[in-house]
């Protein structure tokens, strides 16, 4: 029996993340990287990233579009400025939120 087109939609659906939780991710790593670099050079280089937000004065992020991609983008910023060391710190800050991901939510440059 040939499957619905319901099913096939959503047997390729990703599964996605509560934004909140790609929210913190990007928060985490912001405090993370200004631990080392300096606040002000981490906020500057988190502006460079589409779809996030920071509150400067609390780190509070907000995430719009694929949540995925924009800790991606925010990983690579830092990796493209510092170098694959940023990767590394990066994945620290972030340890505690993966096991929260759905299979198939993580960022690539966290696994």
Known sequence: ???TIVQVAQSQIIPTAAPN???EMCA???RE???IIGIPLALEQASHVDGLQVDTGTF????TGDGSAVVNNLIGQY?????????E?????????VSQLPEG??????K
């Open 33 to 35: 990287q200004g631990q």
């Open 79 to 87: 990796r493209d400025f510092f170098g694959h060391a940023a990767v």
């Open 1 to 3: 029996m040939e499957p």
């Open 21 to 23: 939780l790609y929210a």
């Open 28 to 30: 985490r790593i912001i």
């Open 60 to 63: 509070a992020c907000t995430v």
């Open 105 to 110: 939510a993580m960022p690539s440059l966290l």
């Open 89 to 97: 710190v990066c994945r620290e800050a972030t340890s505690q939120y």
